[in-house]
């Protein structure tokens, strides 16, 4: 993947033949040529910690097959309105507290409206800003107008996942299209905020579904900066209540094939974690994970807490990426 000890060149023009023989590599080749990559381009040692709050839980009119929060599912997910600043606020000082340095709110929305409720979204951005954290949202599908309204609040990233492939998107959701997906993103990238958007193994994809994901990840014209990688947590009462698990395997030949994919990207081990040993979540980050969700829940599913995860950290020699890094780069160079 070098030559003459030099960084291999950013690709956005990978091929979908060139994306499966990677991904069908011998595991530990797989492993050990992410971990080269990931050494060149990232600061070995160092994870991203971030945590996700729904702000707004539950009575969603979408029909995403894996959501515990769709309206149309009996599941044990109580709806509850929008929370007030105040309690965000509190949330967020506390995720700071416990070693976070990305602050990410979710609302159960299959869209923003312009509308009070985004107003008070606004205000909960330029309060999280303020504390210094990096702050993420994903609010479902917004327009030009909204993504620049969240900037100029302070937003840094945005999070809008493809979730899976465009062949088998039609199976797992139809509320909206993946155009609607990517044209968000399209907006959000306008808009100067940091791309978030990976995707969930597990729905009952194919190999062929999780590689075509891939290429359209790392065909964009930029890289979306963080690339999450779920596992599906089945839910009683969503369709795919009776998925089996996936394997640790299937999330590390994810993980090491988007890090060759997209070099500079942080990929997150997202979803899924709280079920992993921390033997496993190692071969993860070896594979070029370097960000993770930590706290409690995420947004409905159950996730390590921060004492766990400080436990891990302490075990593996791992450190908390700083908040704002690439921009505090930019201005000491």
Known sequence: MTQNGQNTALRNDWSLEEIEAIYNKPVLELIVEAANVHKQYQATGEVQVCTLLSVKTGGCPEDCSYCPQAARYHTDVDVHKLMSQEQVLTAAQRAKDGGSTRFCMGAAWREVRDNRDFDKVLDMVKGVNEMGLEVCCT??????????????AGLYAYNHNLDTSEDNYASIITTRTYDDRLNTIDNVRKAGISVCSGGIIGLGETDEDRIKMLYTLSTMAEHPESVPVNALVPVKGTPLEHQPLVSVWEMVRMIATARILMPKSMVRLSAGRERMSVTDQALCFLAGANSIFTGEKLLTTPNPDFDADK????????TPRK????????VCS
């Open 311 to 318: 436990a891990m950290f302490n075990l593996l020699g791992l």
């Open 139 to 152: 609010l479902g599908m917004v327009n030009e107008y909204q993504a620049e309204k969240l900037k100029e």
């Open 323 to 330: 908040s704002f890094k690439e921009e505090k780069q930019h």
